[in-house]
């Protein structure tokens, strides 16, 4: 291969590069504008008098700052109240999901004991069975058990899930597993080498599947919305979408209610985002 | 700290089983936490619903009617039924196709080095994460026919003005329209993941023979994709053929039943009208459409897992 053929005048060459460059900029930021934009115009009418929401044609810049939005979706919604729970609910999920989880996935993944591989695919196959399958018959469980309208019945069920032992297994079976004698030597068991040694070294896959279940808790709708009855147990979004059926007609201040629904997922993603974005990488590819 | 008595634990379970066993012995006790919670949330349900669809129940009587496959036969002849899994397929054929060409088009935009390249994917990730239920409140204000800001620009532009959710033919693709707007973003990056493993040298050698960006990538960039393609059509169909959440919040199914999704009238059946019965032979019927797909989709799971 000879360089002969691309050799250009360095002045033609870089106006191309500049043109391609400016042309590149240019469709990624329209690209932009259409991704951010529904946010941008939820946001705008969030901070609209009511009325001025209403207006058309549409004021796409509020004419003033108004928090009145903000102040009603808090003080008449029970919307930091169904926050609360939901960052209660999503915690113990992301406790009792990892330990579950990491446990099952060290197994898994460096302890031999007889039928694990057919186990393995037993576990694998709980995937293929979609929800609506098990929705009734899980609800006449947790109406057996005396859980309906009870946190339980949303915490406990989501103590397994079979996608995070599969990212953790794969994660875990890149640990050497000399590892192990190294911490039998040293006299840790099982036990003291899974705490000790196996999650510190993967933290990364931890935070991965951390930030995942959060995100899968918090914006969780249809099985809370079968579960819970009383409002002041909701959890985020079934609290929005309930209030939004009173409050139907004040699209300020639903809008402002969304905003406001959005921080925490907006904070963890700011912090955690090449993360999550690497996360769903590794969901995607052979890890 | 505990480990004395895990050393005895250990110990003595060495001394029952014998060192490898020790090692089984852990195994099963680590795998029993979600082996329990696996059995009773999601195998038994699946069994107990199969015995539920055999009934003709209300979910509170204490002696239901065994009926046999009564609900299956009602099922698979009612027009509702038909209508909603219409419905549901119309959604799929619009969702999976466009949320694989957009996501491609954005995945190939993103590529190559590009300074701020990586603030413009983390802004096409936002829509990903934010919750079905804010998504589709802030998009029903987006389509509202009289005050919303689509048909005030389509009528900046000259167009007529769309009934969006209100108008039967164009419901459902409103909808569509929104899902993959949410999607795009977390495809595009499972997909960029699958481009960067292209190695370059293809295109070059291909480039030095002559070849056109687009024959590039339809014989370069394409064929190598495709495990990643089939990955994302497959749960992509899968996920599109349970749809629930965005008809429910937006249109309840509406106008006239345009975007009643098989879940929906699913939840509908089980939960208002309380015939479970009729709803799990409804959720078994779905579960055969989506089996046949998931079938085909075996074979890349089981590509995916590696046994030590």
Redesign the interface.
């Known amino acids: 291969m000879s360089a002969v053929g691309k050799r250009k005048t360095s002045g033609s060459w870089k106006l191309q590069r500049a043109v391609l460059g400016t042309t590149w900029y240019v469709v990624s930021v329209v690209v932009a504008v259409l991704m951010v934009g529904p946010f941008l115009w939820m946001v705008s009418t969030a901070f609209s008098l009511p009325r001025d929401a209403l207006s058309y044609p549409p004021k796409f810049i509020p004419s003033q700052l108004y928090l009145g939005n903000f102040e009603a979706a808090i003080s008449e919604a029970p919307l930091l109240r169904s926050m609360a729970n939901s960052a209660f609910v999503a915690i113990a999920v992301i406790g009792l999901n990892l330990l579950v989880s990491s446990l099952a996935a060290y197994a898994f993944s460096r302890l031999r004991f007889p039928g694990r591989d057919r186990l393995f695919v037993l576990y694998l196959s709980a995937m293929m069975i979609p929800f609506q399958v098990t929705l009734v018959p899980v609800y006449l469980e947790v109406a057996a058990l005396d859980w309906v309208d009870s946190y339980k019945a949303i915490i406990i069920p989501a103590g397994v899930s079979v996608w995070n032992i599969f990212l953790l297994r794969q994660f875990f079976m890149t640990i050497p597993l000399d590892y192990e004698d190294a911490a039998r030597i040293d006299g840790a068991g099982r036990l003291g080498f899974y705490w000790r040694v196996l999650l510190p070294l993967s933290r990364p896959a931890l935070v991965t599947v951390s930030l995942f279940t959060f995100m899968g808790s918090w914006n969780s709708f249809l099985w809370p919305l079968i579960v819970l009855s009383t409002p002041e147990k909701f959890l985020v979004q079934q609290g929005l979408q309930y209030w939004r059926s009173e409050r139907y007609d004040i699209v300020s201040q639903l809008m402002a209610a969304t905003t406001i629904s959005i921080i925490p997922i907006l904070i963890v993603f700011i912090f955690a985002q090449r993360n999550l974005i690497e996360g769903i990488v590794l969901t995607g590819i052979k890890g | 700290m505990a ?1 004395g008595l ?2 005895r ?2 110990g003595a379970l060495r001394g029952a089983f014998g060192q490898q066993h020790e ?6 006790l ?2 029993l ?3 329990v ?2 059995l ?7 069994f ?2 199969i015995y ?1 669809s055999l009934l003709d129940w209300d ?1 509170i009587s204490p002696s239901p009617t065994y009926v046999g496959l009564q609900n299956y036969r009602e099922v698979v002849s009612s027009a509702r039924f038909w209508r909603a899994l219409g419905n549901t397929t119309s959604y799929v054929a619009g969702a999976v196709p466009l949320g694989v060409v957009v996501p491609l088009l ?1 995945a190939w ?2 590529t190559g080095k ?1 300074k ?1 390249r990586d603030t ?8 990903t ?7 589709a ?3 029903s ?2 389509y509202q026919p ?2 919303g ?1 689509f048909n ?1 620009l389509l009528s900046k532009l000259g167009l007529p003005r769309q009934g969006w959710l209100t108008d039967p033919n164009l419901a459902m693709a409103s909808i569509v329209i929104m899902a993959v ?1 949410q999607g ?3 495809t595009m ?2 997909l ?3 481009l960067s493993g292209i190695p370059a040298d293809y295109y070059e050698a291909a480039t ?1 023979d002559g070849a056109s960006r687009a024959r590039q990538m339809r014989h370069i960039t394409v064929p190598l994709l495709r495990p ?1 393609l089939t ?2 059509i497959i749960t992509g169909i ?1 996920g599109g053929l ?1 749809v ?2 965005a008809p429910y ?1 937006l249109t309840q199914g509406g106008p006239m039943g345009a975007t009643e999704t ?2 929906y009238y ?2 509908n059946f ?2 208002y009208y309380r015939k ?1 019965g009729y ?2 032979a409804m ?2 019927v ?2 055969a459409v ?2 046949a797909f ?1 079938l085909l989709q075996r074979r890349q ?1 089981l ?6």
Request: charged residues 5%; without cysteine; proline residues 4%.
């Open positions: 480990t895990f050393a634990t250990r090692e089984g012995v852990w195994g099963i680590f795998i936490p979600s082996l919670l696996l009773s949330f999601v195998f038994l349900p699946a107990y619903a539920i979910m954005l935009l993103m590009r701020g413009f994917r983390a802004i096409y990730f936002l829509p994460i934010t919750s079905a239920v804010a998504v409140l802030v998009w204000w987006l009289q005050l800001l005030f707007w795009a973003g977390s990056v499972l960029l993941a699958g030095i990643i990955f994302v899968i349970q629930f959440t919040v098989v879940v699913i939840y089980a939960f479970p709803a799990t959720s078994y779905l579960f989506i089996l998931t799971i590509h995916f897992t590696q046994f030590a």
